[in-house]
């Protein structure tokens, strides 16, 4: 049976990001890519920084949010290139950092003042 990708996908956003609870890898932008693969579901994530040491917890995460939902064949794949940045961090995240109490950072090259919380 093929996997439902659009379930699947929506499983993996939720995930929460383990040093910023209030905020998903999907906010951050570090959930690159889900897909299936013949029967295996495929999620590529990409690293804020090279060396993070959550992508470890996020991979445990995704794996385990999957598998719970029946989904018992998944590849975790870290993708470096192109390299994490803040314009993949979503408007939305943005205002959940404020919030949470932690100053957002504005995309690249935005050149505003930074508001701390």
Not at 20 to 27: G, Q
Not at 45 to 63: F, L, R, S, V, W
Request: proline residues 9%; aromatic residues 4%.
């Amino acid at each position: 049976m093929v996997p439902d990708l659009g379930r699947a996908r929506d499983l993996v956003s939720r995930v929460k990001d383990p040093e910023i609870p209030v905020l998903t890898i999907a906010d951050l932008g570090v959930l690159r890519d889900v897909r299936v693969e013949g029967r295996r579901v495929v999620v590529t994530i990409t690293p804020t920084y090279t060396g993070c040491p959550a992508m470890k917890a996020i991979e445990d995460d995704i794996q385990s949010v999957l598998r719970g939902a029946g989904f018992h064949n998944v590849e975790v794949r870290t993708q470096l290139s192109p390299a994490w940045t803040t314009d993949w961090i979503e408007d939305r995240a943005r205002r959940k950092l404020e919030a949470y109490g932690i100053a957002p950072p504005g995309p690249i090259g935005s050149g505003g003042p930074i508001h701390c919380p």
